[in-house]
């Protein structure tokens, strides 16, 4: 069974509070109630598609519908 999606809302609040407050991602983890693995996960996706903190989140990515926050940006199979 695959696992549950993370919500696009749920994925911006761990990527502030990785970048604004520089919790470590087991803190993130608990705050968000996702595994640290998850929190590791999204942060790498993030970085390694060039997502950054605040500057794509000003503008919602291509593939992000506003009323949805569900985004091919991060969603998608690398």
């Known amino acids: ?9 749920k ?9 604004e407050t520089q919790l470590s991602h087991e803190k993130i983890a608990r705050a ?3 595994s640290r693995g998850a929190v ?6 993030a970085r390694t598609r060039g997502v950054t903190w ?7 990515p291509d593939g992000c519908a506003s009323g949805v926050f569900e985004c091919a940006a991060l969603q998608r199979k690398a």
């Not at 994925?11 to 970048?19: A, D, K, P």
């Not at 605040?54 to 919602?60: A, Q």
């Open 32 to 34: 968000c109630q996702l």
């Open 54 to 60: 605040p500057e794509s989140f000003v503008k919602l």
């Open 1 to 9: 069974m695959p696992a549950a999606r993370i919500p696009m809302k």
């Open 11 to 19: 994925i911006i609040e761990v990527l502030c509070l990785r970048y």
């Open 40 to 45: 590791s996960r999204y942060v790498s996706l």
